[in-house]
């Protein structure tokens, strides 16, 4: 059964550092997301993307975050300059598109990246 | 903007017994979908049920099925002949129907957490 796919899995970093999480989307997939789940809190939605283009960001993907789909697979989501309330876990999820874009397809999640920021 | 609200942090129940998980949300909106996802301590998230909001019928996957209250705003989550791998968070989330600012955006509740007694 095709799945999305994140790596690393686990990844350490210094503050104010740059990270880079990688997703592979599920193929026929065309929509492609990043959510974020902070240990012990609920799971936040970060961006949406569609068609190369950023569909739909929260008030917490501001200008340290962004998203980047630089070949026919990978669907990357940066973040410039990391602070210590990036520590989180970050699940990268991907729906397929229909020709009727009013039908809402489910989200299929990856494992997710879990980034500690010292 | 829509909320999900779960108001059990935390449930039990005996092995081969059956559980309900509780689930409100607010929307100003008349089409849309609801979802359950598990999260095991793996923390991946993974897609338990889907309703879409027009559908009168209540969704039912194997053991699991849903209340869907569309004039309450209820959404609640039915184990039956509950099983140790049903041990969990269980996440409920709403996500508009697609068109519109909020395309495929899933808003989670703060999830509750399953305990299952062998």
């Known amino acids: 059964e095709p799945e999305v796919t994140q790596t690393p899995s686990h990844q350490v970093t210094q503050m104010g550092q740059e990270v880079i999480l990688r997703c592979v989307p599920i193929?026929?997939?065309?929509?492609f997301y990043w959510y974020r789940q902070i240990l012990g809190q609920k799971v936040e939605f970060l961006v949406s993307?569609?068609?190369?283009?950023?569909?739909?960001k929260s008030e917490i993907f501001d200008d340290q975050f962004s998203v980047e789909r630089p070949d026919g697979s990978n669907f990357t989501l940066k973040i410039r300059s990391t602070k210590l309330e990036d520590s989180a876990m970050y699940f990268c999820a991907s729906s397929e598109a229909l020709l009727n874009r009013l039908i809402q397809e489910t989200q299929y999640f990856g494992p997710g990246t879990r980034l500690l920021v010292l | 903007a829509q909320t999900v609200t779960q108001s059990q942090p935390e449930m039990s129940v005996q092995e081969a017994e059956t559980v309900t998980l509780s689930c409100t949300y607010d929307t100003s909106e008349s089409d849309y979908y609801l979802f359950w996802y598990k999260q095991p301590p793996s923390r991946q998230m993974i897609l338990v049920i889907r309703?879409?909001?027009?559908?009168?019928q209540n969704a039912t996957e194997n053991r699991f099925s849903v209340n869907f209250q569309k004039a309450a705003k209820s959404f609640s989550l039915k184990i039956s002949d509950s099983q140790l791998g049903d041990a969990a968070m269980y996440f409920c989330?709403?996500?508009?129907?697609?068109?519109?600012?909020?395309?495929?955006?899933?808003?989670f509740g703060q999830g509750t957490i399953l305990t299952v007694h062998p």
């Open positions: 309703q879409e909001a027009y559908k009168q």
């Open positions: 989330a709403y996500s508009p129907l697609g068109g519109g600012t909020s395309y495929g955006k899933l808003t």
């Open positions: 193929s026929n997939h065309l929509y």
């Open positions: 993307f569609y068609n190369n283009e950023i569909s739909e």
